[in-house]
């Protein structure tokens, strides 16, 4: 991939507050930076309440800065005559799967954005099989969607984005009311799209998901506190548990061996690394 | 001897049976559930855990089979089925929208007073319940709408344990919650199951949360059930477990693989804690060794 490192998303100095009859209310992003190359699979990490979802919101423009900058490929989120392009070229995907979906068949509601932008019909068709190729549920055009489960809800609202030919897909916590064979499914698509060169912002509070990105970056009370690899991210133990976040088991383990005064590698984030990491420790086996 | 608190003989379920969107949800579940167990339930999604649950207290009417609580069949007599739903309590998945009353403490109470408790009795059954989940007495005032969702969860599930329930059903408690609110919530429920004694079933997706939870794991894979015994028993079936999409505990899986390499460890490690005093223990006996 490679691309020149052109910043598709980037946040300069953000500060957000909401407010609430004029009154001043909490600051919830507090002088955040933050820029994501064209690309990449970001992972942002946080407790609820730590401003992730703000934060997703300010990526095309559903909520406006209260101070500093958004630029989505270098538009400013608060030009107004741009927001459409804006919302074009960043698609969102929310929590709940079942306040995505507006129409009653699969196919009807992935073709529900192209129609909006006015794209020939010739085009939308092309566009729905190909966003229904991506997100598996080609096999499920016809289908009502009230029928479908929740994951596969969230591959039909997922679709339904890429219908609109984004740049850039941010979800927020898209896994959080799935399943875990659903969680994997939605996983599993948005890496092929990532690795089809489209840019992935993954809101998340599932670590397992977050070792899968290229960068993870951890927030908390409205500011990144830590922004490196998955592996160097989840060394940091401590760290994570005091703000509340779980550790995968892997991890831990090796952590507290590590406490123990005992020297094996911290950065074991999959079994297979941790079952590796315990035989270098173990040494060979007896007999 | 006495009766298990639950139990299913030949329990079926179909949903629009003779249309054309007939589903069989459970077929044959013959079950039985002793007092006192923390039973994990887990499946994947359409497995038929939602039908069961809502078999157990009434909410769905068997279309074969019986579902008996404390030994009694309870569809043998319709005007007796409100007694069954207070002896076994169910909260639903995201119970926080359910809230209704205008301030924390009505919705709690609204359990207790439709079994027709005095005052007295609703309001220590108010208070115990809030308690148990960790609301102060300052927020029984507060409008259940003012909360955080996480607090909204737990004034829902405090309704349903005011009703002090022989059995409480909790399906997916801590489903879209963080870490931080998800370990809170489990540990008041294992809070109130060690205080109560009483049955309870956690339905989740989480295979940590069940082995360090439950004592018993029930596992439901298309329609019936697959394995329903200790947590040790269950987990030690990892294929089968597998088989059905379903993982085991990722410590779990490290442990596994350990011993198929011919490591001499445990193979019930669910918990970081154990898996470090496992390899603690190899490594004391390897340095002995030499």
């Not at chain 1, 932008?117 to 009502?144: D, F, K, Y």
């Not at chain 2, 909790?170 to 998800?182: F, H, I, S, V, W």
């Amino acid at each position: 991939m490679e691309k020149m490192a052109e910043n598709l998303l980037e946040c300069r100095d953000l500060v957000f507050r909401y407010s609430r009859e004029g009154q001043q209310g909490e600051t919830v992003l507090k002088d955040l930076s933050l820029s994501v190359p064209s690309g990449q699979f970001l992972a942002v990490l946080g407790h609820n309440g730590c401003g992730k979802s703000t934060l997703a919101k300010h990526l095309n423009g559903i909520l406006l800065p209260t101070e500093g900058t958004v630029l989505v490929e270098g538009i400013d989120t608060r030009d107004d005559e741009r927001i459409f392009d804006i919302r074009q070229k960043v698609g969102m995907v929310f929590q709940n799967p079942d306040n995505q979906i507006v129409a009653t068949i699969v196919e009807e509601d992935v073709a529900f954005a192209p129609e909006n932008l006015g794209v020939p019909p010739e085009e939308i068709r092309q566009r729905v099989n190909w966003a229904l190729e991506q997100t598996g549920m080609a096999s499920r055009r016809e289908s009502a969607t009230y029928q479908l489960s929740g994951g596969q809800k969230q591959r039909v609202a997922i679709a339904g984005v890429l219908a609109m030919g984004p740049d850039c897909i941010v979800l927020d916590e898209p896994t959080a009311m799935l399943d875990p064979h659903g969680r994997r499914r939605i996983l599993a698509t948005l890496r092929e799209l990532n690795q089809a060169g489209m840019t992935v912002v993954l809101i998340t509070h599932y670590m397992d998901e977050a070792a899968q990105a290229d960068r993870v970056v951890v927030m908390n009370d409205g500011e990144i506190l830590m922004d490196d690899s998955p592996a160097a991210v989840f060394a940091r133990v401590e760290e994570l548990q005091a703000i509340g976040l779980d550790v995968p088991q892997t991890a831990e383990l090796l952590h507290q061996l590590r406490r123990e005064g005992i020297d094996c590698p911290e950065d074991a984030l999959t079994v297979e690394d941790c079952v590796e990491a315990l035989c270098g420790l173990l040494g060979g086996v007896d007999r | 001897m006495s009766a298990p608190v639950i139990e299913t003989r030949g329990l079926g379920y179909v949903y629009n049976p003779g249309l054309p969107t007939e589903k069989v949800a459970l077929r044959d579940v013959n079950l039985q559930i002793e007092r006192g167990e923390f039973v994990g339930v887990i499946g994947q999604t359409g497995s038929g855990k939602s039908t069961l649950i809502q078999q157990l207290n009434g909410l769905l009417r068997p279309t074969s089979g019986q579902v008996l609580i404390d030994g009694e069949d309870i569809w043998q007599d319709k005007e007796q089925l409100r007694r069954f739903r207070f002896k076994v309590g169910l909260c639903f998945q995201y119970p926080e929208y359910q809230l209704f009353e205008e301030s924390v403490y009505k919705d709690i109470s609204f359990g207790p007073k439709n079994m027709g408790l005095s005052e007295g009795e609703v309001d220590a059954r108010v208070r115990d319940a809030a308690r148990f989940v960790g609301l102060g007495e300052e927020m029984l005032d507060k409008s259940p709408f003012e909360l955080s969702g996480g607090q909204k969860r737990r004034v829902a599930i405090a309704g349903v344990l005011a009703m002090d329930p022989e059995v409480l059903i909790l399906d997916e408690p801590t489903a879209g919650l963080d870490p931080r609110g998800r370990d809170m919530i489990l540990g008041q429920i294992r809070a109130y199951h060690a205080e109560k004694g009483n049955t309870v079933l956690l339905v989740s997706h989480s295979m940590e949360d069940v082995a360090k939870f439950a004592t018993k794991v029930l596992v439901l894979n298309d329609t019936g059930v697959l394995l329903y015994g200790t947590v040790d028993e269950v987990f030690s079936r990892a294929e089968e477990i597998r088989a059905i999409g379903l993982g085991i505990p990722q410590i779990t899986q490290v442990f596994r693989a350990l011993r198929q390499r011919g490591y001499p460890v445990s193979d019930t490690v669910y918990t970081v804690a154990q898996a470090k005093g496992e390899i603690l223990r190899l490594l004391a006996e390897r340095g002995a060794a030499r």
